[in-house]
Structure formats: C-alpha cells, structure tokens
C-alpha cells in the first residue's frame, strides 16, 4: 500500500506542461491529511491531482486552495478511475477556479466500470470559466461538453454521494455547452447505478452561452435514488431541456428499472436570453425513463420557455408517479405550446398524481395550459390517475386550451377528490375550470370540486369542461359553487356547469 500522508501540513505546487501530479496503476493507496494551496499553470492533457487510478484508492481528510489556471484544449480537469474502487471522503475545496476543456470537475473527470464514493465533502466559491474553443480548420465553435462540479463523465459504474456542499458561479463564455451539471456532467450506459442523498447546492450562472441539457445533472442513462436535496439555482442564459435532470433516458426498454426522486426541495430563476425555453422545468426537462417522484417542494421559481414547460416535468413518455409534489409562488411563461404546473406534456405514459397542491402560481403560454398538465395524450389501457389534489390561487391565461387541470386531452383519465378554487382562468378559446378541450376522451370526475373560480373566454369554455369532441364522461358527487364565467365578446358553446359543444349555448 502507498501511504501519502502530511498531517497539518501545507504544500504549494505548481505544474506547467505536464500530465499530472500523481499517477497510481494497479495498487492500493491511500491519502490523509493533506492540505495543498495548489496552483496548475498550463497542461496538455488530462490534469489533476491525481490524474489517472486503476485500483483502489482511498482519499481522506485533504484540502485544496488554488486554481486550475488552464489553457489550450485541454481535457479530463480532475480524477480519472477507471475499473477501481474509489473512496473520497472529507475534502474541503475552497475558493478554486477551473478554466479549462471538455470533461472538467472539481473532483472526478471520469469514471469507468468503477465503484466510486464521495461523501462529506464542500466545493465553496469555487469558479468555473470556460472559453470558447474553435476548429483549427474552419474556425466554428466547439461545443463545450461535460463539465461536473463533482463527476464529468460516468459510464458503468455505481455512484455513491452523500452530505455534499456545493456553492459556485458559472462564467461561460463558449457559445454552445451540452451535457453539464452542477453535480454530474453525463452518465451514460444502462449499467449505470446512482445514489445520492443530502446534496445542499447553490449555483449561479452569468452567461450568453446556449446550455443543452444542463442542470444538477446533464445527462443520465440509467437508474438510482436521489432523496434529501435542497437546489438553489439562479442564472441568465439560453437554456434548453433544464432541469435537476437535464434528460433522462432508458438506453434499452427491455432494461428500464426506475428513477426514484424524494425529499428535495428546488427554487430556479432563469432569465432567458434571445427566445430561448424548449423543455425547461424544475425537475426533469425531458423524461424516457420510468421514475417515481415523492416528497418534492417546488418554490419561489421563475422561468420561461417557448415549449415543453412544466412546473415538474416538461415532457414525458414513460411511467411516471407524482406524490405529495408541492408548486408553490411559481410564474411559469411559456410563448410556445405546452405548460403544466406539474407536467407540460404527457405522450403514451401511465401517471398517477396523488396528493399534489399548486399554489400561489401564475402559468401564462400561447396554448396547452394546464394548472396540472397542459396536454395529456395516452392510450385508454394506461391506468391514469388525479387523486386529491388541490389547485389553489392560480392565475392562468392563454390563447387556447387552458384549465384548472387539464388543458388538452385525448384520454382515458379518473379524477378524485381533487379541488380547483380561488383561481383566475382565461383563454380565447376551450377554457374550463377542470379541462379545456377533450377530444376521444372517457373522463370519470368522483367528489371533487370547482369553487370560486372565474372562467374568462370569448369561445368554448364551461366550469367543468371547455370543448369537447366524442369524449364519455362520468361524474360522481361533484359540483361547483361560488363560480362565474365572463364571455364579453360572443357568447357561443358555453355552460354554466358542462359545456356539451354545439348542443348548450349560452
């Protein structure tokens, strides 16, 4: 076993043109108490404090202070293991700075057929600035890919992070960045396993850059657990598919185990540069994997996009539960098609939302506009639930398809005991207090509620439903009360309880 061990002791380094610091093959290591004020100048290759691990390496109790002042095309800032077991375990780095290539961290690069575990350590004032790179030929842009405040690049491994402080700012100056995050840049391969636990992060970013799939994590193709986190993030930029989850994704169906979310509590505030929105949400921007989302608080967020907004999820296409999901203080803008304050759109899934509240929230978008989801297209054999929920104080406007709950639908969904009250909804067209417009529907509506709510519409609007099109519905011990509509221009195909088309004008 080598032993690197300089209790209580400082060490000033400093690297220009080379590789790296430490370099372990195949052998068990281990390094204690070591305190650097570490200064890399320039390298042209992969960089970091230990550069590359193939065997089992242990890390504990070490602090840096220092900057990786790098330039060039440089790649892999940070620990490179591959087919190793890993153990990182109190390291403190303070006040740091990367600029620098393609798959930089903090911490970790890149980790390959590994099992790797990072726990009690803190990333404060820390810096990332990224330059932009161009072809040496035709002088375009490089995407800037794969930077991770923690981990850049996982494949194939089993990932363990718990009780991590991240506090850092984001300067880019490339134009394009693609698959980052705070905490994992990508994590690509089925076999892919993460479980991660009390993450406290703080980030802002500064930037005219265009980020695709960005955010806690870029990227993730796999499974895994993520509980007892708490995100703070504030930016400008362009982003697009923004989320926690960036993109999630099953690389094999055959092979898609679930991605189980808890216990987080999430507040974002983006300014959006130049039009920029397509799939941005709190959570996941973009959903291709079962996942199971529990305990999740959703506050003081402001956003926009141009589609696939949602409060939650932007977009999903797989199996999806929701429970005891809170969206409160929200202003959610999204100029294009699609804003939910828990999912903007569902294709071909089986959800089940159970004991979720909206509160306090503004959603404002050109069409598809739902408190809950804003547009909802499923085959009639899925097994598709809203039970107890409560929309509460929202205020939400449109051009077309807009509702309490749902504003598009095309199939077969059972409501229970679920509440629209206090709430401001206004479109052109197809607005109600529970659904906008259904079309080939079957809608079972069981003891809920609509009161005290004002449906604003100039065509096609009811307190229950807007618009519908050969839809079935049933409804159960349900009614409105204290509720109003308002059709100041023409009065055409509304009800005061159930709009039934062109049968029940006004």
């Known amino acids: 076993m080598n032993i690197l061990s300089k209790a209580q002791t400082s060490i000033q380094i400093s690297v220009s043109n080379q590789l790296s610091i430490l370099q372990f093959t195949s052998v068990q290591t281990e390094i204690t108490n070591l305190k650097l004020n570490l200064t890399i ?154 479980h991660i636990s009390e993450i406290c992060l703080y980030y802002s970013i500064n930037s005219s850059s265009t980020f695709t799939n960005f955010g806690l994590f870029g990227m993730l193709q796999g499974y895994g657990d993520i509980n007892q986190t708490q995100i703070i993030i504030a930016g400008q930029g362009s982003f697009n598919f923004f989320g926690v989850f960036g993109e999630v994704q099953c690389q094999y169906a055959t092979l898609c185990s679930a991605l189980v979310l808890s216990q987080m509590s999430v507040s974002i505030a983006l300014q959006q540069l130049d039009g920029a929105g397509d799939h941005v949400a709190a959570i996941i921007s973009n959903q291709h994997l079962n996942c199971s989302i529990f305990d999740i608080f959703v506050y003081d967020t402001n956003y926009s996009g141009v589609s696939y907004v949602g409060g939650i999820i932007g977009h999903t296409c797989y199996q999806t539960q929701i429970i005891n999901c809170v969206l409160q203080n929200g202003n959610i803008t999204n100029s294009g098609s ?17 004991n979720c509240t909206i509160q306090d929230t503004n959603v404002t978008a050109n069409k598809y506009s739902g408190g809950l989801f804003g547009f909802y297209i499923v085959t009639q054999y899925n097994q598709n639930l809203i039970i107890d929920c409560v929309i509460y104080n929202l205020t939400e406007s449109a051009q077309n398809c807009t509702a309490g709950i749902l504003g598009y639908m095309n199939s077969s969904i059972t409501v229970k005991q679920t509440n629209v009250s206090k709430s401001l909804i206004q479109s052109v067209i197809n607005c109600g207090g529970f659904v906008g417009f259904s079309y080939n529907a079957v809608i079972t509506i069981a003891d809920s509620k609509v009161s005290s709510i004002s449906v604003i519409s100039t065509n096609n609007f009811g307190i229950i439903v807007g618009f519908e099109v050969n839809s079935v519905k049933y409804m159960t011990e349900s009614y409105s009360e204290g509720s109003n509509y308002v059709n100041d221009v023409i009065q055409q195909n509304c009800g005061s309880f159930l709009n039934l088309g062109n049968v029940n004008g006004c």
Do not use: W
């Not at 790098?70 to 293991?81: E, R, Y």
């Not at 699609?338 to 159970?354: D, L, P, Q, R």
């Open 41 to 194: 100048v320039e390298s042209k290759g992969q960089l970091g404090l230990i550069c590359y691990v193939k065997g089992n390496l242990n890390i504990n109790n070490y602090q840096i202070v220092g900057n990786y002042n790098t330039q060039g095309t440089i790649q892999f800032v940070g620990l490179d293991v591959q087919n190793s077991n890993v153990t990182i375990n109190s390291v403190n780095i303070m006040s740091s700075k990367i600029s620098g290539g393609n798959s930089s961290s903090f911490l970790v690069s890149y980790v390959s057929e590994s099992i790797i575990v990072i726990i009690n350590c803190v990333v404060q004032q820390g810096t990332v600035q990224v330059p932009q790179l161009y072809n040496s030929i035709d002088s375009t842009p490089f995407y800037y890919y794969q930077f991770g405040g923690i981990i850049s690049q996982a494949n194939s491994s089993q990932v363990y992070i718990n009780n991590i402080i991240f506090d850092c700012q984001q300067q880019f100056s490339a134009q394009y960045v693609k698959n980052s995050g705070f905490l994992i840049g990508m994590a690509l391969s089925q076999l892919n396993s993460l």
């Open 338 to 354: 699609y804003t939910g304050g828990i999912i903007s759109h569902v294709a071909s899934s089986e959800i089940i939302t159970n």
